[in-house]
């Protein structure tokens, strides 16, 4: 058994292994201090919610407290690993002593408390006279990737058939809105087609605009157990910042490649060319289960590696090694994230790494894996259940016999549901709210005063009389404060759900403790709502039958049947069992499905896709007698896009581009994260990263407070001078106005000085309406030194660059996390789809 301080350590000590073994299980345990392993009374088995991973874990409880965390040796996800989130973050928010417990009304101008009676009956009273004065479309809801699906199964159920409005989206668009539409355009459907696994049978990593090392620490741990083994995989990045993804490229004999922030398709358009013109395509393969080939040729011709270096920065050498691991690999596994969900051109960018395994026949075979990742843990199941506006199951808002099937499931009008017009996506919710036509907005598990784009504007439409704001959360957020109901929720551990991570496998978490005060679970606050309003059923029944997360979850996965993501064969019982389980599962696939479109069929035949698809510069749609034309008849779609410049280029007074994003010991706005000491402590506070060579021209040295601005907004903030690309400024977004100080009775800090998306733009990509977090102008100017070095991790991509500083500016190394324990099995437990265990 290992001891060790995991901030210091992110990923443990290696469990080395050969390509096509099975990854060794290792289990991972962190316990607040104080309590031993004897004094526990019960373990209780869930997932870990920091992360789209969704890593396999038992929940400590003792004296009806959480008090600490176990991995779970026998889940897919994780053989028992678990990082420095998972073991720091996941209980400690739960005991602050700042929770919400009492619902908040506002009077005469102040939030007080109040009991659900008088809160709830706020919220019923201006429902039913909005819906009575101006219908449903008055009504707008701007929920999560973190609830459960049967709360999002509940909220859409209310949505789509209690009121009828197309006005419900959540921060999944913000997150992975990029990936639904990329799977949807190329294949038909949303639903991951690779698996983890993919892991153990690849030969190379390409990770594009992801730096995993820090946001999906074990499955990084995953890879470098491979990089580090025998027969190693190579690893390509594609990043502007040195991450631990580059070094490894760099160890590896793998590529990186920093391209221009916002430049992505160009240099998937030339790694595209490269195959092409070197003959790496499965001709025969492309030839019976694709469309589009020439077109895509024509498209991709201008991008040779000398014109993409011209339009990225990079080399074209670079451009060449890269095309070439690829060509000629017998399996890679791709993983795409957010610096080209957020960048700019998301979804055309998306889409060319999904023609990359297609022209290579690389699509349902071990370690030929596609992972277009998902960030939040549940972002799947809002997608999924059609909290993001979409309809339940997969279905195509735009095909009637799908609207009438969940008419007919649901037993009311299909004309209740909305479906005349595309569903209304996050940014034009909020622009809705502002212009006052949206008069009521509910918003659940999401901060978007820190977390939107252009957040000025935001605290505008958010703070304003136009609209009627309800927020449903765990603490009193910077949004929250601004709300005119505020209902305070149960969280992870204190409900019963399920909820399902990036590669499609379903996890069960139980409820281990009673929430606090008058905490309800969001299931029981939606109930409560539509038995108010009285939303009933053709027949007089409730619409919404079932009282428990069991039942909400039997009625889900009844109407899965038939549809891509089928639960048809899940139950609560089953996933009670060792491990998590990958949908589809039903009568053909009662264990589940490991990787999709094995037989290379793929759900874009007319009549059972998710949508027809979209022009992918435009955003134009594809009609259903356009896409019948096609007769695309199980195969996919190779769709390419010519490059456009960013919205918003360098100029005279912005030279710079502005890039946000994340560090590994921060999880967004900090409500859980900042909450834990031993995270916190490894990053308080907001900093900027800016090149060496950018810095000295601007005189500025390492820990500086300087001034960045677009022409939006400006922070103040300390600069670490790191490994980002020249005349790139990345900035992380996780700081608002809350400091970790009013959780012990402390206040919050006003300003917004340090909160990144003051810059943002609002702005969105045509197809998947991601707004774009990752492209802006800025300029950055000194303001004055300061005593110490910038408040930024030394670990990760955002260690400083080697360089000689002054004693005073040298950051110490961040380290300090209390002690966690780690134990290789000597015996790995069976997981049922590896193939490399079937192998074995
Ligand atoms: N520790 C931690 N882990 C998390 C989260 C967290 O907040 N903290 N959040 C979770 C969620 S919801 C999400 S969505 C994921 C996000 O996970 P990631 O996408 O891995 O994280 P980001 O830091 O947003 O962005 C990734 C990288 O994009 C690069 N980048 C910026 N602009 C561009 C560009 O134009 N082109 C390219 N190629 N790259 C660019 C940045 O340098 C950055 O390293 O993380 C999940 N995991
Ligand atoms: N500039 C910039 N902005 C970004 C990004 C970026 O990279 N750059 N990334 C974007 C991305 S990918 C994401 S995912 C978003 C994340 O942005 P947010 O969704 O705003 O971030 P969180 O802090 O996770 O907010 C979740 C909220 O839900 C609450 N909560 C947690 N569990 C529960 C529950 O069970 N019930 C209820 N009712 N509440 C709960 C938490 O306390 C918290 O307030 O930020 C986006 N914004
Ligand atoms: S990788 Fe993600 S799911 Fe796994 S422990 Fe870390 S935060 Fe949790
Ligand atoms: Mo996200």
Request: with cysteine.
């Amino acid at each position: 058994m290992d001891v060790s301080d995991r901030i210091a350590d992110i990923y443990g000590a290696r469990t080395p292994h050969t390509k096509g073994t099975v990854w060794p299980a290792r289990v991972d345990q962190f316990l607040d201090p104080g309590v031993d392993e004897g004094s526990v009374d019960s373990w209780v088995q869930s997932a870990c919610l920091l992360c789209s991973n969704g890593c396999g874990v038992d929940i400590a409880v003792k004296d009806g407290r959480m008090v600490g965390v176990r991995g779970r040796a026998t889940d897919v996800v994780n053989h028992g690993r678990l990082g420095p989130k998972g073991l720091y973050g996941s209980t400690r928010w739960a005991n602050s002593s700042d929770r919400l417990t009492r619902p908040l009304v506002r009077e005469g101008g102040r939030l007080v408390e109040t009991d659900w009676e008088t809160a709830m009956g706020r919220i019923v009273d201006r429902s039913k006279s909005l819906l009575d004065a101006k219908g449903p479309l008055s009504h707008g809801f701007y929920t999560s990737g973190q609830l459960f699906l049967e709360e999002y199964y509940a909220l859409a159920v209310i949505g789509k058939a209690g009121i009828g409005t197309p006005h419900m989206d959540g921060n999944t668009r913000l997150c992975t809105a990029t990936s639904a539409a990329a799977f949807k355009e190329s294949f038909g459907a949303d639903g991951q087609p690779g698996s983890y696994t993919d892991i153990e049978h690849c030969d190379a990593v390409f990770l594009y605009g992801h730096n995993m090392p820090e946001t999906q620490t074990v499955l990084w741990a995953r890879i470098l157990d491979r990089t580090r083994g025998d027969d190693p995989a190579r690893i390509v990045c594609v990043d502007p910042r040195r991450t631990l993804v580059a070094m490894e490229a760099e160890r590896t004999g793998g590529v990186h490649l920093a391209p221009r922030v916002g430049t992505n398709l160009a240099l998937m358009n030339g790694l595209t060319h490269e195959l092409l013109v070197n003959g790496w395509v499965d001709q025969d393969w492309v030839a019976a289960h694709t469309l589009g080939l020439d077109d895509l040729r024509s498209t991709v011709e201008p991008y040779t590696p000398e014109h993409v270096a011209d339009i990225c920065g990079v080399d074209p050498e670079d451009v060449r090694r890269a095309a070439r691991i690829f060509g000629e690999s017998e399996a890679v596994l791709s993983t795409v994230l957010q610096g080209f969900y957020q960048s700019h051109q998301a979804t055309a960018a998306s889409v060319a790494v999904h023609n990359l395994h297609l022209l290579r026949g690389m699509i349902g075979r071990p370690g030929a894996g596609i992972l277009q990742m998902n960030g939040q843990p549940t972002a799947q199941n809002n997608r999924e259940c059609g909290a993001d506006g979409d309809l339940p199951g997969f279905r195509n808002w735009d095909n009637p016999h799908h609207v009438q099937q969940l008419a007919d499931a649901w037993d009311v009008d299909v004309m209740t549901i909305p479906h005349w017009a595309p569903p209304t996506h996050a940014m034009q919710i909020f622009s809705y709210a502002e212009t006052g036509s949206i008069e009521l907005l509910w918003i659940s598990a999401t901060n978007p005063a820190v977390s939107m784009p252009e957040s000025a504007r935001i605290r505008r439409i958010l703070e304003g009389d136009q609209c009627f704001v309800v927020v449903q959360d765990l603490f009193l957020t910077e949004t929250a404060e601004l709300a005119d109901v505020v209902l305070p929720a149960a969280g992870w551990g204190e409900k019963t759900g399920c909820f399902t991570n990036v590669n499609r496998t379903v996890h069960l978490s139980e409820k281990a403790v009673d929430p606090p005060g008058e905490a309800k679970s969001d299931l029981d606050i939606f109930l409560m709502y539509a038995d108010r309003m009285g939303f009933t059923n053709r027949s007089g029944e409730p619409l919404l039958g079932w009282r428990t997360a069991e039942e909400a979850f039997d009625a889900w996965a009844a109407i899965t049947a038939g549809r891509p993501v089928d639960y048809t064969g899940l139950s609560y019982d089953k996933l009670r069992g060792p491990t998590g389980i990958p949908w589809p599962v039903n009568k053909e696939h009662p264990d589940g499905t490991d990787r999709l479109y094995a037989d290379a069929v793929f759900p874009t035949d007319t009549d059972y896709c998710e949508t027809y698809g979209h022009d992918l510069i435009t955003g134009g749609t594809v009609t259903e007698q356009e896409h019948r034309a096609m007769r695309p008849a199980g195969r996919a779609f190779l769709k390419g896009a010519p490059y456009t410049p960013p919205h918003e280029e360098p100029s005279d007074d912005f030279p710079l581009r502005y890039t946000t994003g994340r560090t590994v010991y921060q999880f967004h706005t900090r409500t859980k994260t900042g909450r834990s000491a031993d995270l916190n402590r490894a990053a308080p506070d907001a900093w900027v990263e800016i090149s060496p060579t950018d810095a000295d021209a601007r005189g500025i040295a390492e820990g500086d407070w300087v001034r960045v601005k677009s022409p939006r907004g400006a922070i103040e903030v300390r600069a670490r001078v790191g490994d980002v690309m020249d005349g790139a400024v990345f900035a992380p977004f996780h700081y608002g106005h809350w400091e970790p100080a009013a959780a012990a009775g402390g206040g919050h800090d006003d300003a917004n000085h340090r909160l990144a998306n003051e810059l943002t733009m609002t702005v969105w990509d045509p197809v998947s309406k991601q707004p774009t977090f990752k492209t802006a102008a800025c300029q950055v100017t000194r303001l004055r030194a300061s005593d110490g070095p910038a408040p930024a991790p030394t670990t990760g991509a955002s260690a400083p660059a080697e360089r000689d500083l002054a004693p005073r500016r040298r950051p110490r190394p961040t380290q300090g996390g209390g002690p966690t324990t780690s134990t290789t099995l000597t015996e790995t437990p069976t997981y049922p789809l590896d193939p490399a265990q079937e192998d074995s």
